[in-house]
């Protein structure tokens, strides 16, 4: 490759990084009802992870392992993570009527999650640390149900 | 003893500050996610630095001159150009997600959002690197790196079945529900974590600022071979905690918060100081080696004086490339770009472009007119030389792995 076509094409990879780097989370089309599934899934997955860890955050508070900053802001990513799931989900337009029941059924298990998570995250806000086992309970029911749901779609 | 000394602190230094954001968010993802079945990755990775990495401080201190200095002279201007243009823009990215992590430690700590301390962090940068003498800047966030040892502390206190984890590492497979290219894509991100480019500028940069010669190549060889491998172990003590902590629960690590769970759900209180101490360390200490190597590489490019040991008045054009580094490191971190992702990428993208860091290195540390009897060896050629077919081979495959993988998604 020529001196200035290897210019170029660093030019290139780098806007086309710097562009793609900025893009969190791609939102494709999902035309099918198989597509629009395993974006479901996709979705529950990335839901496990942020209340599997604001479980283990609220169970590590409640013992006296954590301060309250660390919490907070731990509890709040997560929140914002999940809010963002709920939505790019949302945001994705079903294909057929199957599709529509798959969209409530996920849509349900998120908003509780992210309803239960918000609850921990005031619990930790209001220094309420040694309460927080039992304010994260409720999670466990939603952790059990985005298993449910990535067993039965995935 | 005095020299001994010397020595010593510097391989605690180079321990420290091993680990940076892209070592710390790497391991812990592939540790949560794969186990220890990429073990061998930072393995390859902790001996391809170790391998650049003495080449560069020899050539350093034997020809008195810097990476990028050779660069440009051995690629000519023009693919010296494209190089320079590569390694700035990752060199760049890095240098948000550096003071991103800085901000974000200092977060978990105080709970003030860490897009508010963004601009603070970027002005204490400039300002350690305005004022701070370079060797007292390169120990005191080197020894604080050390408090990242708390991940080593923490999987000694798990108890785990040491067996089954060397087992996993040593024999490693591709776990269930994860594909080929993920776990390939991922074994790339803990190579080009490892091997940064920005790691051979820095050294090699800081080897002409410490004005080393023929007499520091033992310091330069201590450094290396004990400091970077120890910091490698240090890597994978962050992977096995993540294996043992986040693994179990189902965890998969987007947020350097994450990062610091497996220390605090073990140790408690003090273990989580320690390793916020250690997350602001590193990513402060490597905030600062981005922002010098954005003004050492262009400096070093346009053959402009560089660096901390002549008067800033005679190196304005060096200072004012990492102050407009800084500045616009601090605008793009302000815009909410996700600091995990962002380091994600410079990590991967830096492994795109490890070739045109480390082939030119190859060539001067065998050039017998810069470096006179101080040439490679038979031994050191055959491993620098493999490594290069790695590197190329690495070099082709990641940007189509990120494409395919969707960064590594699925």
């Given at each position: 490759m020529r001196p200035r076509a290897m210019t170029k094409a660093a030019l290139a990879v780098c806007g086309a990084c710097s562009l793609a780097s900025c893009v969190a989370h791609p939102v494709g089309p999902a035309r099918t009802y198989s597509t629009y599934e395993g974006k479901a899934v996709t979705s529950a997955t990335a839901a496990q992870s942020s209340v599997a860890t604001v479980q283990l955050v609220a169970s590590t508070a409640a013992a006296g392992k954590a301060f309250g900053p660390y919490t907070v802001v731990s509890v709040s990513e997560q929140e914002e993570g999940l809010s963002a799931v709920e939505g790019t989900f949302a945001s994705i337009q079903p294909p057929d009527r199957r599709a529509d029941a798959l969209r409530d059924e996920l849509g349900a298990i998120l908003t509780s999650a992210v309803d239960h998570i918000a609850e921990v995250r005031i619990a930790a806000r209001r220094g309420d640390l040694d309460d927080l086992d039992r304010v994260a309970a409720p999670l466990r029911a939603d952790a059990a149900a985005l298993d449910a749901f990535v067993a039965r779609h995935g | 003893m005095k020299r001994f000394f010397a020595v010593f602190l510097g391989i605690l230094t180079a321990i420290g500050g091993f680990v940076d954001i892209g070592d710390l968010v790497a391991n812990s993802q592939t540790g949560a996610r794969f186990g220890m079945n990429l073990a061998w990755a930072v393995v390859l990775g902790?001996?391809?630095?170790?391998?650049?990495?003495?080449?560069?401080?020899?050539v350093a201190a034997v020809a008195g001159r810097p990476v990028f200095d050779l660069v440009r002279e051995r690629l000519g201007p023009r693919a010296g150009l494209a190089n320079?243009?590569?390694s700035f823009f990752i060199n760049f990215l890095t240098l948000t997600a550096e003071v991103a992590g800085v901000a974000i430690?200092?977060?978990?700590?105080?709970?003030?959002?860490?897009?508010?301390?963004i601009p603070f962090v970027a002005f204490l940068v400039w300002l350690v690197i305005w004022r701070m003498p370079f060797e007292t800047m390169e120990r005191v966030f080197g020894?604080?790196?050390?408090?990242?040892?708390?991940?080593?502390?923490?999987?000694?206190?798990?108890?785990?079945?040491?067996?089954?984890?060397?087992?996993t590492a040593s024999h490693p497979q591709v776990p269930a529900g994860e594909t080929g290219f993920t776990y390939v894509y991922f074994a790339i991100a803990l190579f080009g974590a490892a091997m940064t480019p920005y790691e051979v500028f820095f050294f090699s940069s800081g080897a002409v600022e410490e004005h080393w010669t023929e007499r520091d190549l033992a310091t330069n060889r201590a450094n290396v071979l004990i400091g970077f491998p120890l910091g490698g172990l240090l890597s994978l003590a962050i992977m096995a905690s993540a294996d043992l902590i986040l693994g179990p629960a189902g965890i998969d690590v987007g947020q350097l918060s994450q990062v610091a769970l497996p220390v605090a759900s073990v140790l408690g209180r003090v273990g989580l100081a320690v390793v916020l101490v250690g997350l602001f360390a590193a990513t402060f200490g490597a905030a600062l080696e981005t922002a010098l190597s954005a003004g050492y590489i262009i400096s070093q490019y346009m053959g402009w004086m560089w660096g901390k040991y002549v008067r800033p008045r005679q190196a304005s054009r060096f200072h004012?490339?990492?102050?407009l580094s800084i500045g616009a490191a601090m605008i793009f971190g302000l815009t909410r770009v996700d600091p995990v992702k962002v380091t994600e990428y410079s990590i991967v993208l830096s492994a795109a472009a490890l070739p045109l860091t480390y082939f030119p290195i190859l060539v001067i540390a065998n050039d017998p007119s810069y470096m006179g009897d101080k040439t490679n060896g038979r031994f050191l050629n055959a491993i620098a030389s493999i490594y290069l077919v790695?590197?190329?081979?690495?070099?082709?495959?990641?940007?189509?792995?990120?494409?395919i993988t969707k960064g590594g998604s699925g």
């Open positions: - | 902790v001996i391809g630095i170790v391998v650049y990495a003495e080449m560069c401080g020899r320079l243009i590569a430690a200092l977060s978990l700590a105080s709970s003030v959002s860490y897009l508010l301390l020894l604080l790196g050390l408090c990242l040892l708390v991940f080593a502390v923490t999987v000694w206190k798990v108890g785990p079945d040491w067996g089954g984890l060397f087992h004012l490339v990492v102050l790695i590197l190329i081979v690495v070099s082709i495959i990641t940007i189509p792995l990120l494409i």
